[in-house]
T-cell receptor
Framework: KAGVTQTPRYLIKTRGQQVTLSCSPISGHRSVSWYQQTPGQGLQFLFEYFSETQRNKGNFPGRFSGRQFSNSRSEMNVSTLELGDSALYLC?????????????FGSGTQLSVL | QKEVEQDPGPLSVPEGAIVSLNCTYSNSAFQYFMWYRQYSRKGPELLMYTYSSGNKEDGRFTAQVDKSSKYISLFIRDSQPSDSATYLCAMKWNNAGNMLTFGGGTRLMVKP
């Protein structure tokens, strides 16, 4: 079974631009979550989608948004990029996001904002 | 103060040693506790998953949760150089979906 797939692997953008990251969950998984990982703040939850609906949202500004498609694939978008948005963005999936389910992560997209 | 505290290390041990990794937390609503291992330039990999207090063993790994002290531990027996990685504790409360709160991670180095 293929794991969580994230594209692209690396991305370089400049301040003020916008970026879209893509995630394909494990086959059969309908819950997709996004996390941001930085050296200073560690791993922080961005949002979770289930059946094309945002179910949970972390404490991030509105510049960070996401969506999920009917095939469970997900995208996240960051508008008006800031230097502080440089981070590893991780996508994770589980069957339904239920209480006892295990969460599986992809290898991430490394975003550098210059 | 962060909700989940974890000593960043680095923790350096000789091959074959028993490793103890720990996290403390402040939110008593956390019910599910996890340990992830993350190699450089990779995503976190789930090692252990426990619910509420108690112990769980899987091969060389043992996870302990003490909810009364708000303290969780991961023990690694017979540590190997391939165990060198960053270890992250994570936790969530009931009905949180996949909204996990992570510790900052402990970097472990196992020397041959």
């Amino acid at each position: 079974k293929a794991g969580v797939t994230q594209t692209p692997r690396y991305l370089i953008k400049t301040r003020g631009q916008q970026v879209t990251l893509s995630c394909s969950p494990i086959s059969g998984h309908r819950s997709v979550s996004w996390y941001q990982q930085t050296p200073g703040q560690g791993l922080q939850f961005l949002f979770e989608y289930f059946s094309e609906t945002q179910r949970n949202k972390g404490n991030f500004p509105g510049r960070f948004s996401g969506r999920q498609f009917s095939n469970s694939r997900s995208e996240m978008n960051v508008s008006t990029l800031e230097l502080g948005d440089s981070a590893l963005y991780l996508c994770a999936s589980s069957p339904r996001g239920g209480a006892g389910e295990k969460l599986f992560f992809g290898s991430g997209t490394q975003l550098s904002v210059l | 103060q962060k909700e989940v505290e974890q000593d960043p290390g680095p923790l350096s041990v000789p091959e074959g040693a028993i490793v103890s990794l720990n996290c403390t937390y402040s939110n008593s609503a956390f019910q599910y506790f996890m340990w992830y291992r993350q190699y450089s330039r990779k995503g976190p990999e789930l090692l252990m998953y426990t619910y509420s207090s108690g112990n769980k063993e899987d091969g060389r790994f043992t996870a302990q949760v003490d909810k009364s002290s708000k303290y969780i531990s991961l023990f690694i027996r017979d540590s190997q150089p391939s165990d060198s990685a960053t270890y992250l504790c994570a936790m969530k409360w009931n009905n949180a979906g996949n909204m996990l709160t992570f510790g900052g991670g402990t970097r472990l180095m196992v020397k041959p």
